[in-house]
Structures are given as structure tokens and as C-alpha cells.
């Protein structure tokens, strides 16, 4: 949109399951929802609490400013009548349709955030400079931290034989690995998290991919069966 354009960038977009919005996230701290309705289109746009009325294509239909940093995710729920985003200010934001006005806000203690999925309507999953996706819940009218999903399964004292361990100081001058690999499975930030398999509007599994070069995929299932007092 050539007037919105000239006053803030755009960092990430992404549509409504109708394919009538798009919501857009941008670096004047600031999220979006504009019609992407097209007249050429033989099917009728739905009006919705995101739009009451029919609009054009570009119109801004609402505007979120409670975001403290560049607005780096942004996503709508799979029944679309929910909207969350992720800020470099480290906080999570969501919205209902239902009350425009009022925007559940999590302001995490953890490293900026930069995607955002949703497993169902009432839990999402966040990713950024923590390394690992983390789970988070709506509870009521607040967005609450449920936990870390990357479980370090490595066996605590599985030395390494003699050889390893000669090869190690011959290779990279000392004889263990401790402080140059993380314990995540990431070892650098999670750029981007997508949804992968999901069955009745619940994600069944998720993507994840990281400034490492590493692509991971999750099982929600294996998740929840792995981490204690796991709520999805």
C-alpha cells in the first residue's frame, strides 16, 4: 500500500485462513490487519469481527501498538478468529476479533522472538534467540508460559573413550566440547516455525528453522508424552 509504505517496513505478512486478510508486522513496532478482498474474485469476501464491512484491497482495517520492539512474527489461528505476534521486545501478543481493543500481552524474561505458530486455539508456540521453540498458553484473557519443548536427551557421564578424547586434543586443542555446543538442539536462533501436519485444527507436528542451518521437526505427541506436566 503506497500511503502506509511511506511511513513504516514491513518485516513479515501472513494471511487469514479465508484468504480475505492479511496480517502484516512492521518496524514501527506495530501490527497490522488489512483486506486483501479483490472485486475480481467470483466468490463473495466474509465479513467478519476483522472486518464488518466489505473493503477493498489495501484498506487498514485495524491496528495494534503494544509492542515495545520491530514486530518480527505474526499469525492467525486456524479458525482465523485470533491473531498473535512476536516482538523484539521479547513479548508475545495476542488478539480475538471478538474484542479488538483488548490485547493479551506476555512480556517474556527470555531473548527477542522472532515466529509464531499456533497448535490450536488456545496454545502457540514461539521461536527466536533462545535457540528452541517454547510453548505458550491462553489462559483466560492472559498468554502464559507453559515450557522450553527442546528436552536434552543426552545421557549425563557418557564419557568418550581414550581414542575419542586424544583425537579431540589433537583436533581442537582440549579434550571435551563444553562451551562451544549448547545444550538445544539449535545452536544459534530460530528464524522461522511452520506447521507441518496438522488434523482437525490441531498441529500435529512443526517445523523448525534456525541461522545454524538446521531444519527440525517436532512431533506435538512426542512432546507431550516427553515433558512432564506438559499442557497442549
Known sequence: NAEYGKQWYQRRVRGHPNNYLIAVGSCDFKCRVFSSALKELEDKP?????????????????????????????????????????????????????????????????????????????????????????????????????????????????????????????????DGDKGTKLTTTHQNAISELRVTKAEGGRAKQFSSSGVDGRLVVWEVDVLAATINELNI
Open 46 to 174: 466474509e465479513t467478519s469481527g476483522w472486518m464488518p464491512k466489505l473493503s477493498k484491497f489495501g484498506t487498514l482495517l485495524v491496528e495494534f501498538d503494544t509492542s515495545e520492539g520491530w514486530v518480527h512474527g505474526v499469525k492467525f489461528s486456524p479458525s482465523g478468529d485470533k491473531l498473535a505476534w512476536v516482538s523484539h521486545d521479547a513479548s508475545v501478543n495476542v488478539v480475538d476479533m471478538g474484542n479488538l481493543t483488548k490485547v493479551y500481552r506476555c512480556l517474556t524474561t527470555g531473548l527477542p522472538l522472532s515466529s509464531v505458530i499456533w497448535l490450536h486455539e488456545s496454545s502457540l508456540v514461539c521461536g527466536g534467540h533462545e535457540n528452541c521453540p517454547v510453548l505458550y498458553n491462553i489462559v483466560g484473557e492472559n498468554v502464559v508460559y507453559g515450557a522450553k519443548l527442546d528436552v536434552n536427551t543426552k545421557k549425563a557421564g557418557g564419557g568418550m573413550s581414550a581414542m575419542a578424547r586424544f583425537r579431540q586434543l589433537d583436533d581442537k586443542g582440549t
